[in-house]
Each structure stands twice: as C-alpha cells, then as structure tokens.
C-alpha cells in the first residue's frame, strides 16, 4: 500500500471521527449511507416502472421521463393505471404519498443548511435566516438512529413497490407480490409523514 493510500484512509477516519461530534455517530454515519444508497435504487427503478406502466417503448428514443424530476416520477406513479386492480392501485398511490414525504426528508438531507448538535443534528432546507425570499417552502429533517431506521425501513419498501409494480404490469399474475407488501406500505406512510413533519408533531406536542 502506497504512502498516498496510508494517508487518505487516515484523513478518511480523522473526519469522520470529526463528524461524530457534529451528531453523526458510527451508527448514524451507516444510516446516511445505507438510506442515500435505497433511495438511489428508488429512483432508477421508477423510471423504468413508468416505461412498464404506461407501455412506453423507449429504445432509440428519448423517454418522456428524460427531462422530468423525480417529483413528477412519484407523481406519475399515483396516478390511476389499468395495469392495476382496485386493491393494487390503492397501495401504489398511498406508496407515491409516501414517497412524496420520503423525498422531502432526503432533500433536506442532501440540501440542507446543517445544524450540528451532539444529540442529533438537524438539516434546514430553504431557511430565510438572510431576510431573503424563497420560491419554495423551509422543511427539516432530523437526524438519530432511530429516524434513520425508519428512513431505510420506508425506503426499502418504496423499492419493493416499484419493482413489483413494474413486473406486475406486465404480467398480472404478479399483482399478489405487489398486494403482499400492504402491511409495509401503511407503515411506510405513517413512517414517511413523521420523517417530514416531525418539527410540526414536536411543537404540537409541546402546545
């Protein structure tokens, strides 16, 4: 191993020890990783669910999802298909509800103004702290152990969702697959909604 190597992998572990007393634990620092990785998967595999749902042959071509955002991707996925049942529809709109809270949290995540705290750091998207005006609204998310579980725990039912929808728009025999996750998936909204509301849920507790 080259003196190079030795010494990134030690300024590699001098941050991140440096990190946990920003909030980031060993344990939350994993977390990070591991959520940051499933929403990746989340977000490819959509796009390809939507080629499935809507029938759209994309070889050689430009696919309608090319130029959109993600937002218009979960967006998409709620709306009304004949690829699926009544039961499945259900599930896969309230799974784009989810999505839809899930997506504000990491968006904080990955762009927000962070708030270091021993006990849990906290990121603020969009703040006004300069006077400035903002085109879009100030959220939060909050950063622990346990959010981060139910982040991955949410996320990984969203990449469920979407690959068992994809295959099940194709081959309907596959809806039970999609069915079967309706345990998780109403765990995943009420998961999702804390996630993006939580600063709201504490004042109102607090009132």
Not at 59 to 72: E, F, L, M, N, W
Not at 153 to 169: E, H, P
């Amino acid at each position: 191993m080259s003196d190079e190597s030795i010494l990134h992998k030690e300024q590699s572990l001098k941050i991140l020890a440096h990190l946990t007393g920003w909030g980031f634990s060993a344990e939350v620092q994993q977390r990070l990783g591991a959520f940051s990785v499933l929403w990746s998967v989340f977000e490819s595999t959509l796009e390809t669910t939507l080629w499935a749902i809507t029938d759209e042959r994309v070889a050689g071509k430009y696919p309608s999802t090319d130029k959109t955002s993600i937002s218009t991707w979960i967006k998409k996925l709620g709306e009304r298909s004949l690829k699926f049942n009544q039961e499945a529809q259900e599930l896969v709109s309230a799974s784009a509800k989810a999505a839809v809270d899930l997506m504000e949290y990491r968006h904080a995540l990955a762009h927000g103004w962070l708030i270091p705290f021993p006990s849990g750091a906290t990121f603020i998207r969009n703040p006004s702290w300069n006077g400035e005006n903002r085109s879009r609204p100030t959220n939060d998310a909050h950063v622990n152990e346990n959010l981060l579980d139910m982040a991955i725990d949410c996320a990984w039912t969203l990449c469920q969702v979407v690959t068992y929808a994809r295959s099940a728009a194709v081959d309907s025999e596959k809806l039970s697959d999609l069915i079967a996750l309706k345990n998780h998936i109403h765990r995943a909204v009420s998961e999702a909604n804390e996630l993006r509301h939580l600063t709201d849920l504490m004042n109102h507790e607090k009132s």
